[in-house]
């Protein structure tokens, strides 16, 4: 290969290479692999594209690998405008287009496929890109992108394209040490430079003083804008004055606000005055997305000109037009169509794709000049704007409400400023009066997003490595995987723990002399022991004596509360309601009334008697309080009430219930070093040894769970699969039987489930329909928004209710043995998806599937995006029954059920 490819390359583009480009590409043309990190809308595929062109020079082969098919779909677009479509090639799990050419762009996982399935395809393979290489601190995906890294064969050269992380070093380091020659390239410069802003009510101010800053060139320290914070007080002053204002009564009673933060419009409105779209707007819900291009379609906002409407229009009827006119209803497309005209439009997982791809087009086209996303947009295909604007600081994250990470922030706001386009990008934070701007402050000049290994063994992972390679040869790769690198680092550290503790441990044993006190003070730590759990024994029962005292207690009886600051006598107003923690109302005879709880009332306080009451008490008038405890008090006159009472009671001396406590103390007393004259300054330096041994037994623990954890996985699972017949013979040279074949052609989260299903048969005699939908309980997971279940659904037929019992009986087994063996169990399936999919299989119907998937009768239907992404997710696991299934007839159901699926709104747009 010339030496000159650099120039020849440099020569096509229309911009000059940057410092960390040039460097990457000469070390790629040098013949080593490259690692480059840098911010997002650095560049980065610029190094990758060089790797294309290598390739093609020198009559090589070129994967390029990304993490969804949006983005193959879109780099294939662009590899095909530069170098034709006759050497360029797709690969995605929808769509396979000129699949031998010298260059094929697919997703990470068709590339893990060719690997464990030895593809002639490799033949002649020089380069791997793998773009945005960062993904594989996914939780769900991301051990396929270290598979691909461990298996490819030497003679590749890797070129790893990351977002910028806290941690490149040591990435590097881990693939320097599995990939060999490799230079890391870290570049943290954005080549547009971003501006951080806070938007108050309708003004817009810097968030960093950067006059300041520019004035204090030896500070790296960026200050807060001081009129940002003197503006943000007096608001806040004024809202604690008006808050001393006299309140009304009834609605407004509550805190009143001056502050009224901006509407979308408004916002949208400002940035266009400003000369700052196009614009992203990140919130974290669907809803609020679409809820945001409502408000804005309901004010008079509109962003585009008569000629872009009309080429809007032109896209988005070329690009639906295959849509029925009875799906556009349902779909709401005549509202989403008036969006895009005024260059508004939301962005979300639950759109469908064709809709959401449309966005795309528009926005990147310049058409759409305001998108209202979810985070899902940052991750995804390359769509900068020049303004980024976050609404809030805290996202749902499925549980509750968090704090976004400084990372987050930066891979949100990251996406501001287009390199070619925009001098520069801003990022505007809307402030509300829970924000603080020193908190804003440190999210945006925090750098900290570490790469964290998500790998770890799968059923079907465990059974390639044995058919490929064996136990032996599959322990060297699995130690070899960054998730191991990364605990051994981890190791370093608790180990150097481990001798510091050691030779503490000398020091103070050289100090004590022999080990008498030694075991004196652990007698004496035993006893400590056992008396506190002898005292919370005693404190259980006394509470659990009060508890019944209070819970038999009735209306009227009078009696003595024992402990507390309302101790004295009372009477019952209302009896406990619950058994489990009673709580009677009573009246003191100091004329309070309130409940009581065990912390008032002593088990062994019987009722001192009892007194009639009105039949209705107003335990809330003091005056019917006075009148009561008067008639309390002339009630116990006459009583024999015990002296003393009202006083807060000391700590009750425990007897001993332990039946050990009484000969240790004797043994203690018995004991040598008892009579010591120092005895108490050796015990506590004996306590200190005692302390410090422990410690160091915990670091030796999480040691052992650290070293070699991966290795140890994959040996239980080859245990189980074994004992379940998958794998046979044992020991050092295991043997794959022909149902583990059929397990490693199974790529699935539920993968060990599905092949039992297969090779048991309990599938078989489904029609096309109905095996989809048995596949879509083992697949579907339901969001936290969104209906799902496993009980109550309505299965459409009885053969079909059958084989999900039988299935989720097999998942009970497997549950069983992977929790005996200590293996993360496989998901339990959900019924949630079954009737839609069925109905869409069987009849095409858009509206009627929807309207299936309303599993709970709530009125909230699956989302038409969600909608085809599951059905997407279904298609592809059929497929993988139509090729690896034993029987010939299920084969060719699931060859049926993929044709019924994949019509209407799932086969539009499928890229």
């Given at each position: ?9 440099a020569?096509?583009l ?18 080593h ?8 809308g ?10 294309v ?11 390029y690998t990304?993490?969804?098919k ?8 662009d590899?095909?405008h ?5 050497k ?7 769509q ?13 996982e068709?590339?893990?496929?060719m ?10 393979l ?38 910028t ?9 881990w693939i320097?040490?599995v ?5 890391v390239?870290?570049d943290e ?26 004035a204090?060139?030896a500070?790296?320290?960026l200050?807060?804008d001081?009129?940002?914070l ?14 001393w ?5 009834g ?7 001056m ?10 409105g ?30 008079s ?17 070329r ?10 209803i ?6 989403w ?42 991750l ?22 968090v ?9 949100l706001?990251?996406r501001?400023?287009r ?6 990008g ?7 009066p829970?924000?603080?701007p ?29 058919q ?20 051994d680092r ?13 030779r503490?441990l000398g ?10 006190i030694?075991?004196?003070v652990r ?11 002898q005292s ?24 003595t509360?024992?402990?507390g600051?309302r101790?004295g ?9 619950d ?30 008697g009892?007194?009639p ?10 005056r019917?309080?006075?009148d ?5 008090n ?5 009583l024999?009430?015990p ?20 000969p ?9 070093a ?47 699969l074994?004992?379940?017949g ?7 040279e295991?043997?794959?039987?022909d ?16 092949a039992?299903?297969?090779?048991t048969?309990i ?25 799902g279940?496993r ?6 037929t ?5 084989a ?11 549950r069983a ?13 959900d019924?949630g ?10 009849t ?7 309207a ?18 599951w059905?997407?997710?279904v298609?592809?696991?059929l ?6 299934a ?26």
């Amino acid at each position: 290969m010339p030496p000159d490819e650099l120039a020849a390359f440099a020569e096509q583009l229309t911009f000059a290479l940057d410092d960390f480009q040039r460097r990457s590409c000469e070390a790629l043309e040098s013949g080593h692999g490259v690692l480059v990190c840098a911010p997002t809308g650095a560049g980065k595929t610029v190094v990758g594209e060089f790797a294309v062109h290598l390739a093609l020079a020198s009559g090589g082969k070129c994967f390029y690998t990304t993490p969804i098919k949006a983005l193959s779909n879109q780099k294939h677009n662009d590899l095909v405008h530069r170098y034709g479509p006759e050497k360029i090639g797709l690969l995605t799990g929808d769509q396979s287009i000129n699949g031998d050419a010298d260059v094929v762009v697919m997703t990470t996982e068709v590339l893990r496929n060719m690997l464990y399935a030895n593809s002639s395809s490799l033949q002649g393979l020089s380069y791997v890109v793998m773009d945005e290489v960062h993904f594989l601190a996914d939780r769900m995906r991301g051990a396929v992108w270290e598979e691909v890294i461990l298996h490819l064969p030497d003679e590749v050269r890797l070129v790893s394209l990351s977002a910028t992380v806290s941690n490149a070093e040591e990435f590097g380091g881990w693939i320097q040490t599995v990939r060999g020659d490799t230079t890391v390239i870290v570049d943290e410069h954005r080549p547009v430079p971003l501006w951080q802003h806070v938007l108050v009510g309708k003004r817009l101010f810097d968030l960093f003083d950067y006059r300041a800053t520019r004035a204090n060139k030896a500070s790296r320290e960026l200050l807060v804008d001081p009129e940002l914070l003197r503006h943000i007080a007096h608001r806040r002053e004024a809202d604690r004055l008006v808050d001393w204002q006299p309140r009304g009564r009834g609605r407004n009673r509550g805190r009143p606000s001056m502050y009224r933060p901006p509407s979308r419009p408004d916002v949208i409105g400002m940035l266009e005055r400003e000369g700052l779209l196009p614009a992203i707007t990140f919130i974290f819900s669907r809803a609020g997305c679409d809820g945001a291009v409502k408000q804005c379609l309901r004010s008079s906002l509109r962003l585009t000109t008569d000629e872009e409407r009309a080429r809007i229009a032109e896209i988005v009827d070329r690009r639906c037009g295959d849509l029925p006119e009875s799906d556009l209803i349902i779909l709401d497309y005549h509202e989403w169509r008036e969006g895009l005209l005024r260059g508004l439009a939301a962005h979300h997982a639950g759109m469908l794709p064709v809709f959401r791809h449309t966005v795309e087009e528009l926005f990147a086209a310049g058409l759409v000049k305001a998108v209202f996303a979810t985070e899902t947009f940052a991750l995804g295909i390359n769509m900068p704007a020049r303004t980024v604007v976050l609404e809030r600081l805290v996202k749902f994250n499925g549980e509750q409400h968090v704090p976004l990470t400084p990372g987050e922030y930066t891979q949100l706001t990251g996406r501001a400023g287009r390199r070619g386009i925009d001098v520069e990008g801003h990022a505007v934070v809307l402030w509300t009066p829970d924000v603080e701007p020193a908190e804003v402050a440190g999210l945006a000049s925090t750098r900290t997003f570490p790469l964290r290994s998500s790998f770890a063994p799968s059923h079907n992972m465990t059974i390639n490595l044995v058919q490929q390679m064996g136990p032996a040869q599959a322990h060297k790769l699995l130690e070899s995987s960054f998730a191991q690198y990364q605990a051994d680092r981890s190791v370093v550290g608790l180990r150097r723990g481990i001798e510091r503790g050691e030779r503490m441990l000398g020091e103070l044993a050289a100090e004590l002399g022999d080990d008498a006190i030694l075991d004196y003070v652990r007698l004496r730590l035993q006893i400590s022991e056992r008396e506190r759990a002898q005292s919370r024994a005693s404190r259980l029962q006394r509470r659990r004596a009060a508890n019944e005292a209070l819970a038999s207690l009735r209306r009227g009886d009078i009696i003595t509360i024992t402990h507390g600051r309302r101790g004295g006598l009372a009477v019952v107003l209302e009896p406990a309601r619950d058994e489990d923690d009673p709580r009677p109302l009573v009246l003191t005879e100091h004329r309070w009334a309130g409940r009581i709880s065990s912390a008032d009332y002593s088990g062994t306080s019987a009722p001192l008697g009892s007194m009639p009451l009105p039949k209705r008490v107003e335990h809330r008038n003091p005056r019917a309080r006075r009148d009561l405890a008067s008639a309390l008090n002339s009630a116990t006159a006459r009583l024999d009430v015990p002296t003393g009472r009202g006083k807060r009671s000391g700590p009750e001396k425990d007897r001993d219930i332990d039946p050990a406590l009484a000969p240790l103390r004797e043994q203690l007393r018995a004991h040598p070093a008892h009579h010591m004259a120092d005895r108490e300054e050796k015990a506590r330096l004996a306590e200190r040894y005692l302390r410090i041994e422990r410690d160091n037994e915990q670091i030796r623990q999480n040691v052992a769970a650290a070293t070699n954890s991966l290795a140890r996985t994959f040996d239980r699972i080859v245990v189980l699969l074994t004992e379940r017949g998958f794998i046979t013979g044992g020991g050092d040279e295991p043997k794959v039987t022909d149902d583990g074949r059929l397990l490693a052609r199974i790529y699935s989260e539920s993968d060990l489930l599905v092949a039992e299903s297969l090779r048991t048969g309990i599938w078989e005699g489904l029609d096309a329909a109905e095996l989809a939908g048995v596949l879509s309980a083992v697949l579907f997971e339901a969001r936290g928004d969104t209906p799902g279940g496993r009980d109550g659904v309505d299965i459409p037929t009885g053969r079909l209710r059958r084989a999900l019992n039988q299935t989720r009986r097999l998942w009970s087994e497997l549950r069983a043995d992977e929790q005996r063996h200590r293996i993360t169990g496989s998901r339990e399936p959900d019924d949630g998806f079954v009737a839609a999919i069925f109905v869409w299989a069987t009849t095409g119907d858009l509206s009627s599937a929807l309207a299936a998937s309303d599993t709970t009768g709530s009125g909230s239907p699956l989302s038409a995006g969600d909608f085809v992404r599951w059905c997407r997710q279904v298609l592809d696991i059929l497929d993988q029954v139509r090729n690896a299934a034993p029987s010939a007839a299920l084969r060719a159901t699931a060859k049926r059920a993929i044709n019924d699926i994949r019509r209407g709104v799932v086969a539009v747009d499928a890229r």
